[in-house]
């Protein structure tokens, strides 16, 4: 469903991603790691064709992101972690205008909306009274996350999703990621809370400096690697091995420097 | 089953809906923002209102017995400067967005149909303003003495052009900008091009009709380089139109008019359609991890901070950390830029004004007037401080262990008198100097300052006020804020009535004393109403 080869982008003289190949199935959840600027959101914005890749091919459902861009747009639904929403609408106004984006006649997008506002515990009162800029992160999180969703697309890509969802939205989206996996779509999970990606994800991803560095089934690479949680693994492999000493001499100068207050 | 041209038009019609929102409520709202649909109707049925208004201040600079081509030219002359100022400011929020690609950009939505729709919502909401604009004037124009009927639909299709040409322009000028200096430096040289457009525009609505009072522009006309002006091209169509008799000049205005905005607007949204795509993927791609550093980057800040000159000025931590705030918000957020400079350009442009036009007027009138125009430079710059599209940075201060939003506007206000008040002072300094020939007669700019400066103190007196927390002005705040500052204007009147009567009978050496010791005793009060304000809630 995605095949990227040899995916690289260069802005100025700084590679974000250099050589990335990777094949994802239908049905399958893959967490997508890497340490802040390994090129996580830069290879995610590329897959979505926000971005355009300086070499290399991306295939998405079928769709050559070179010759096809908008097949792709049309096939893939992207929650980007900046969360950005135009903040001058109210919620409906902005859902609606995402699925007249898709094509979607009026009537059924509001079908549609009526029923991911029911899942995620919204009311009607506040998507049509209240300006996006007046939600809660939350509750913005869950309108981008419609929004992705809306036009029922066969790939998904989330950059940290959960971001500022409480802990029932958080459980009701990963069962709900994982029973679409399981309808056949795939998705690419990008998040740096570990934890949830070893117990979401078919297989894991990481990428270091715009290289992939491991790709593998969570059990299978911890098995690998003696037992050790995706945590250590990840530490390992992204440098920091060192942290927990670092962190420890850094708080001790908290106590050295006494009550600042 | 949706077929594909359903599809297109119902995405269509989505992006007008969308940028026409955004193109009335900008892209940002304050965090307890409500959504009522009248309250947006009735504020665009009153914006509506306010500009009709303004055509109708327009036309008091208009003589009833202008000519044809001279009545057309200048009702152009006035709606073109009118309009690049609206265009500057659309184009910058709808076409040029850098907010805008994690929304839009992964979304099914081909360049071209960007474009064309936001082309499309910018060309009817500017037009729509300027027939607002020129309503007053299009039935002047067919019931004064040369009048015609003829020319309200020639004007409607003129004012049309002039729409079409206008943000033709500001498109062009904006690729240029963008290919020139790329997108890192996009945001310094808009707000450059917005100042200019605004300095245009102020210089513009007060020099012409001076110029039209003294020379004549019955006179212009017949100069060659007359017809090289855009306004006198679509006056030419209005008079070709209304008049029905053709003369080579007006053939050639009006040939101008047409082919110079479709040649315009084909090199605007046809021919750099496809470059368009490259500039929406530029806008949003991340910066290169090194940024150069003009002059207004960081280093330059941190240094005039730490600057030997400065550094006493600014020994309270906060304060200084205020100015540095100030300082960058000054120099870097393109909606603050906006919003302070064109406003305070004004100002600056008064003295010019003078130069150009020629000072007539008596010297004493002029220092009357010099506290209230002082004042208000005072309270534009502490009100528009109020208000950043970074608001959300503002919380910093809210959780910071501060008492009051005193010293942080404090520092923020000294960073405002530095790029904002002292070059306007500066020019008034340079004005007097060149206008009268006697330095002593600087003196009068004393009470112009105390009186500013005091005046600045004013917004942070109000409930709430915190440097840089909120999006936009909500219609009652614009509303209150004008009737505020007409007390400080009356009272910059009385102030430079008392200091012109002094300076004419010999007491402004006892004046003086008597102002300062005035200026202390009210900044020691105002200063402890700002301090005594509370901060924490939003």
């Not at chain 1, 506002?117 to 009274?129: G, K």
């Not at chain 1, 981008?144 to 969703?149: F, G, M, P």
């Not at chain 2, 989505?14 to 109707?41: I, M, T, V, Y």
């Not at chain 2, 050496?509 to 509370?534: C, M, N, S, T, W």
């Amino acid at each position: 469903m995605i095949t990227l080869r040899e995916l690289t982008k260069v802005f100025g003289t700084q590679t974000a991603v250099g050589g990335l190949s990777l094949e994802i199935p239908a049905g399958q959840i893959v967490g997508f790691l890497g340490p802040n600027g390994a090129g996580k959101s830069t290879t995610l914005k590329m897959i979505t064709g926000m971005l355009k890749p300086t070499s290399g091919t991306a295939i998405i459902a079928g769709h050559d992101l070179a010759t096809d861009p908008m097949g792709v747009k049309r096939s893939v639904g992207f929650v980007p972690e900046s969360g950005a929403l135009y903040e001058s609408l109210s919620g409906l106004e902005y859902l609606r205008m995402v699925a007249s984006l898709y094509g979607i006649a009026a009537e059924q997008a509001d079908a549609r909306i009526a029923e991911f506002i029911q899942f995620f515990d919204l009311t009607w009162d506040v998507l049509t009274e209240k300006l996006l800029a007046a939600y809660s992160k939350g509750m913005r999180r869950k309108i981008v996350i419609i929004s992705a969703l809306l036009h029922n697309p066969p790939v998904l890509l989330f950059d940290e999703p959960l971001d500022g969802l409480d802990v029932n939205a958080a459980m009701g989206f990963k069962t709900l990621i994982q029973t679409l996996a399981k309808q056949g779509r795939t998705i690419v999970y990008s998040s740096h809370i570990l934890d949830v990606v070893e117990k979401v994800c078919d297989r894991v991803v990481i990428i270091n400096q715009g290289k992939l560095v491991l790709d593998g089934a969570p059990a299978a690479v911890s098995a690998a690697n003696g037992g050790r949680s995706l945590e250590e693994i990840f530490t390992a492999l992204t440098g920091g091995d060192q942290l927990r000493e670092k962190a420890e001499n850094f708080a001790r100068t908290f106590t050295d420097h006494g009550d600042r207050r | 089953m949706v077929t594909d041209a359903e599809r297109a038009a119902i995405q269509r019609q989505g992006l007008l809906d969308l940028f026409d929102k955004l193109f009335h409520r900008g892209r940002l709202a304050q965090r307890n923002a409500q959504f009522k649909p009248a309250l947006e109707r009735r504020r665009r049925f009153w914006s509506t209102v306010a500009v009709v208004f303004f055509g109708l201040v327009m036309l008091a600079f208009a003589g009833g017995d202008m000519p044809p081509l001279v009545f057309a030219t200048f009702l152009h002359a006035y709606t073109l400067l009118v309009l690049g100022l609206g265009a500057v400011h659309a184009c910058g929020n709808l076409l040029f967005s850098e907010h805008e690609s994690d929304i839009l950009l992964h979304r099914p939505v081909t360049s071209r149909v960007l474009l064309q729709t936001k082309v499309q919502v910018i060309l009817r909401n500017l037009y729509l303003n300027a027939v607002a604009f020129n309503v007053v004037a299009m039935l002047l124009g067919v019931f004064r003495e040369a009048g015609s009927w003829r020319f309200l639909p020639a004007h409607l299709v003129s004012v049309g052009l002039n729409v079409l040409f206008a943000t033709s322009v500001v498109v062009l000028a904006y690729h240029a900008c963008l290919r020139l200096f790329g997108r890192e430096r996009l945001n310094s040289y808009v707000t450059i091009l917005q100042v200019f457009v605004a300095l245009m525009l102020i210089l513009g609505s007060q020099l012409v009709p001076r110029l039209l009072q003294h020379e004549g522009l019955g006179q212009w006309t017949s100069h060659r380089w007359f017809t090289l002006l855009p306004p006198a091209w679509f006056g030419s169509l209005d008079t070709l139109l209304v008049t029905l008799q053709p003369t080579s000049e007006l053939w050639l205005g009006a040939g101008l008019a047409v082919g110079v905005t479709l040649l315009a607007a084909w090199l605007a949204f046809v021919r750099l359609a496809d470059g368009y795509e490259e500039v929406v993927v530029a806008l949003g791609e991340q910066p290169a991890a090194r940024v150069k550093v003009g002059p207004f980057g960081r280093r330059w800040i941190e240094r005039l901070a730490d600057s030997r000159l400065l550094r006493p000025w600014l020994r309270d931590p906060v304060q200084r950390a205020g100015f540095l705030v100030g300082l960058a918000q000054f120099t870097r957020v393109r909606g603050v830029k906006v919003r302070i400079y064109p406003r305070i350009v004004q100002f600056a442009a008064y003295p010019l004004m003078f130069l150009l036009g020629g000072f007539h007027g008596d010297l004493m009138m002029l220092f009357i007037f010099l506290p209230g125009i002082f004042g208000l430079i005072g309270y534009t710059v502490s009100e528009a401080m109020l208000y950043s599209e970074e608001f959300a940075g503002a919380d910093l201060f809210r959780f910071a262990p501060l008492s009051s939003p005193g010293p942080l506007f404090y520092g923020a206000r000294k960073a405002a008198l530095l790029l904002t008040f002292l070059p306007i002072l500066v020019i008034w300094v340079l004005a007097i100097l060149l206008l009268t020939g006697q330095p002593a007669l600087l003196w009068q700019l004393v009470p112009a300052v105390f009186f500013s400066l005091l005046c600045g103190l004013i917004p942070p007196m109000t409930k709430g006020y915190l440097i840089f927390s909120q999006t936009e002005p909500t219609g009652a705040a614009i509303g209150k804020g004008c009737l505020i500052q007409i007390l400080p204007m009356l009272a910059g009147l009385a102030l430079g009535g008392v200091s012109a009567a002094c300076w004419h009978y010999g007491w402004y050496v006892y004046f003086l004393p008597i102002l300062l010791a005035g200026y202390l005793v009210v900044r020691h009060l105002f200063r402890k109403a700002i301090e005594d304000q509370e901060l924490g809630q939003e």
